[in-house]
């Protein structure tokens, strides 16, 4: 809402020296936010200048510019004409202009000062609109007759213009939160600055309106499809006003003030309505009484029944749609509370309009201007509530102004079919106040607040509590906390003191919560940077990543208005967004990276719609739960990409690539941070390399069997599709099943004293037996005594068959009693290499 | 070695002579001496310590010896032979340290120099900020609560007493889930969790909820649709709008320092009432007027951190608490908005682009 300083100040009596900024800070107060402060940047000496000479001098480039002698009478402080060079070419010898004089500055800091242009001193600047801030007309400069009209016969040279152009005003503006729709008028502004300063408020309200009389203008209202039990339409006002001359223009103080407060002039009886509208906050249509052929029926719309809006869009109606119609014709005249429509519009050559000052329900207006996306002036106020009892008076003034400056003649007669409902008072505890802010409000003080902002208080029988009747603006006042925060505001919330409330003290942070920062800390230890990236994915994307046509990771939750139609599904795994990442940093010189991201990935649901049932009220146990189960799963993910080298080279020596092996013990040392053994299994699985890629599986403390996620190298078709470096590795895991699997206490076993002994072995071994199936062989037939095992070399080549490889093992024995024997020892060993040999056919190398 | 020889006179060996022995004794500790260096020494042993040196040849012959001329040639020759031993160990050790020393001396490197071979990587400041501020909370007894991103419409909106057509509801740039009549909603907030910890876990209740939050804004430098919030709910008896105060307080403190205090000022959410902004003390100017207006601040010596107030009845009944029994106070406030305050970090993109030269720059600390 914007406020403009001179307007407020007929509502509410403001200190002389008062400021923009000053009004601000009061206003913040008491819960008004300041947006902005508009006012003019212009400092003076700006003055009325008269043109005394004008000559007209072409340039080498072509211009031609007029050296003017300008009159500014004792402004220049000598008398003398002054010398100007001006561009503009808009006036005449005799003309009266404003002039800024050296000194003066214009909006953007700029200085006025005497310098040489065009082989003249050129001492101050005649002024257009837009280089005083005054609007955007640049065609030339203000010529005063024309710009001021009548105001400008008195003039005289030299006379100060700050004022006389406007260049003094300021306008507030601040933002009105949504519960106190009233504060969208200069009424409601001025009544807050009242309450935050104490200031005298002249209620602009407060205007003799005559009573409702039977002759006049018909008026029905037939809502038979109330919203939630209330009537869309509960009072409506018609008056009527003949004779009118609409063609005449609207007075400077009226369009300065509308123009102040952001709306532009548009013709009188527009200007009247929402000039209305801006100090009382009651929205007012004017119909062009000639287009009527009567009654007024407000009801909602049938179907299929169509309006065109002033806005000139045809628009289909909804059942629920309130609507004033014309019922002679049964013609649609405007959407109830939201806009016009073209047919009854008034225009110049109107003479007798109708006036509408109506009370339309806050719902019903708010749906209808969703539903139309259709959000306007008066829809913006009815949604957040009108003053049912401002609604004769706002037509009084509209019909008074349309009579004083329109030169019309008011109807006597005044139509008022009024079908309010009494407020519902609000019995209040007085001591509520004190014990919800923790501020010992007396309760003297509260009944003052309550009275002070228009509430009647009447006391009930038991000495605490009253019976609270608030003013008919304030709608959103409705129980007792609505009332606090009132006392607590006019109170002012700088007097609510500070106390740490001690509760009895929690578990700390979760199981899961402590794992993933661990999880986080454990990779950035190892060179990953943590990013986060937007979750917003295309299937393009899974097309990119090579996902099966029927991979369970396509079928993504949708959303109904992304912001990128590319974009309009929600990842289900971490590394279809993440890539981008290590993209964006190879693109901009960092060849060497690797990053992780930790978040939720969504896997929707089948097409289970939550229920939505309202507010206020706990819903049922059943309804519960099927919201909950309509709520996508979102396990808690982890995901790895890194390119480049991940050993650097330098002055010691050679680096070395991040490879599929990094990222394995990588994902590996995740677990087993957490504690968790992992078995790595060979997986084909997009978007990875057939051959380079393990799944990893953790074993559960129930015994079973996990799958925690993939890791390995990207397949070089999808890296080269995302534009990723080639050999990118990556991984995913479900950072869930790892919590699942860690959440358990560890039992901690004696750890062996006695000297270790230590075997390798080298196994030969087709080249189609996985590593960890020859690992696993060994591990099983060492028995009890073998303390690890290391896979410490793989060989290929001349020494063995083509299609084998060499593996050679360290196995590591200790027992917990004794120093091992050699016999014993060797014994292990061999049990182990048969093992091997069982399962996997291996043979001892040089055995 | 040759038999007993009783008749053999020892004055006559001529290895046995005093002076002979004197002599070896000498040779033997001028050519210790002069070893410079440890394999010189080595063979110094050899000639004058090992078994054909003088003075081993010298003590062969002491057998030979009459045993009254045993004694006294076997002391001079022993003595003559441990002080050789003597000398050797000194000069081995002396020439050790030497040698020790050079070695030292020739290995040195030059570690002034050195890069990170497997440098460390970094954590991003937004989620390290989110678990610093759930610290603070900790800290004072709370503890931490979680709650999806894609959410029920009845838990973002109606059970915080948001009703349908309420122009608070349509404020809140929403990302809908298609179809549109799902019930879902990407969560504008961190506030539905207050709603599901009230239903899970009942009053009293002090839960902190730092996560992920979406509204339909585009990416720029203040703005962005995907951002974090961490929430505060307290319900139990006897909460007052001066324990919120005394929480924010704290919070501002743990998360800004001595001297940062939060101030309330008027305002309205649906689901709190009375509600209020609250503001915390610029930590650029802290209010100290100034010649020039702070960046930080635009000079008013306050900046917006978040919303708060006293949790409306209707969430409360929403959740089937008894709100003549229980009070409460909820906060929410941004996290990347409190690490571009904190860290001076001017530009919201730098936090969403994923530079890992951005996050260099912090430790993993924040």
Known sequence: MRVPVEWLGEYVALPEDVTGERIAADLVRVGLEEEALHGSEVTGPLVVGRVLELTKEPQRNGKTISWCRVDVGAANGTGEPQGIVCGAHNFVEGDLVAVILPGGVLPGGFEISARKTYGHVSAGMICSSRELGLGDDHEGIIVLTEHLGEQAVHLEPGQDLIGVLGLDREVVEVNVTPDRGYCFSLRGIAREYSHSTGAAFTDPADLPVPPATTGGYAVRLADESPLSGVEGCDRYVARVVQGLDLSRLTPRWMSTRLLEAGMRPISLAVDVTNYVMLALGQPLHAFDLARLSGPVVVRRARPAETLRTLDDVTRTLDAEDLLVTDGGSDTVLALAGVMGGESSEVSAGTTDVLVESAHFDARTVARTSRRHRLSTEASKRFERGVDPDVTAVAAQLAVDLLVEIGGGTADPEVTDVDHRVARAPVVFDLDLPARYVGVDYTHERVREVLTEIGCSLTDQDASDRVSVLPPSWRPDLTDGPTLVEEVARIDGYDRIPSVVPSPTGGRGLTHAQRLRRVVASVLAGQGLSEVLTYPFVGQDRFDELGLPLDDERRRALALANPLSDEAPLMRTELLQTLPEALRRNVSRGTRDVAVFEIDTVTRPVDDRAAPVPGVGARPDDATLATIRSAVPHQPWHLALVAAGESDRSGWWGAGRAADAADVVAWARSVAEAAGVPVRAVPAERAPWHPGRCVALRVVTPDGEDGLLGHAGELHPKVAQRLGLPERTVAAELDLDVLVTASDRRVQASPISTHPAATSDVALTVPRSVHHSTVESALLEGAGELLESILLFDVYRGDQIEEHEKSLAFRLTFRAHDRTLRTEEVNAARDAAIARAAALTGAVQRGA | ?366
């Open chain 2, 1 to 366: 070695m040759s038999g007993p020889n009783k008749n053999y006179d020892p004055v006559e060996v001529a290895a046995l002579d005093p002076a002979v022995i004197e002599q070896d004794l000498t040779a033997a500790l001028a050519a210790i001496a002069a070893a410079s260096s440890l394999e010189e020494l080595k063979s110094v042993r050899i000639a004058h310590a090992g078994e054909r040196s003088p003075l081993a040849l010298a003590n062969r012959e002491i057998g030979a010896l009459p045993p009254s001329a045993k004694a006294e040639a076997g002391k001079r020759v022993g003595q003559a032979r441990a002080a050789v031993t003597q000398a050797l160990k000194g000069r081995q050790a002396q020439l050790e340290v030497e040698r020790d020393e050079r070695i030292l001396v020739e290995e040195a490197l030059d570690l002034t120099a050195v890069p990170g071979r497997r440098p460390l990587g970094r954590r991003h400041p937004v989620p390290l900020t989110a678990e610093r501020m759930a610290d603070v909370m900790v800290g004072m007894g709370w503890e931490i609560a979680e709650g999806p991103g894609v959410e029920a419409e009845w838990f973002n909106f109606d059970a915080l007493n948001f009703d349908t057509d309420h122009p608070a509801r349509q404020m809140q740039d929403t990302f809908f889930v298609d179809p549109a009549d799902a019930g879902l909603v990407l969560r504008t907030h961190t506030s539905p969790v207050q709603a599901r910890s009230l239903l899970e876990r009942g009053a009293p209740l002090y839960v902190a909820v730092p996560g992920k939050t979406f509204r339909t804004d585009e990416l720029d430098a203040t703005h962005t649709p995907v951002f974090h919030q961490m929430e505060g709910l307290a319900v139990d008896e006897g909460l007052t709008m001066a324990h919120l105060k005394g929480t924010l307080d704290r919070l501002a403190y743990g998360l800004f320092g001595e001297g940062i205090t939060s101030r309330l000022r008027p305002a309205y959410f649906p689901f709190t009432e009375p509600s209020a902004e609250m503001d915390l003390v610029c930590f650029v100017c802290r209010g100290e007027p100034a010649a020039t207006p702070c960046r930080t601040c635009g000079g008013t010596g306050w900046i917006e951190w978040g919303g708060c107030g006293m949790v409306n009845h209707n969430v409360l009944r929403a959740t089937g608490i008894d709100p003549e029994r229980y009070q409460g106070f909820a906060f929410g406030m941004g996290v990347e908005r409190s690490v571009m305050f904190r860290n001076g970090v001017a530009d919201m993109r730098e936090l969403i682009e994923g530079d890992v030269r951005f996050n260099a720059q912090f430790g993993m600390e924040i």
